[in-house]
């Protein structure tokens, strides 16, 4: 079963999904609930953002 990351555009918090091929449901930012979310390769390449929670965590440094 293929689990993807995923970025939320509306308040960049990160997650993962896992996506069955049969699923045709959009998917939602577990949350702010937005549904305009960005497939992710890899979140670590996303550090930086605000809102990271677990997708980096002890990477953040030189943001405040
Ligand atoms: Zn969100």
Same mark, same amino acid.
């Given at each position: 079963m293929p689990i993807y990351e995923f970025k939320c555009q509306a308040c960049d918090h990160c997650f993962e999904k896992l996506v069955f091929v049969s699923e045709d449901e959009p998917v939602r930012c577990p949350?702010? $609930? $937005?549904?305009?979310v960005k497939k992710q390769v890899s979140c670590a390449s996303f550090i930086g953002a605000s809102g990271l929670s677990r997708c980096a965590p002890g990477s953040r440094k030189g943001f405040s």
């Open positions: 949350k702010c $609930n $937005n549904a305009d």
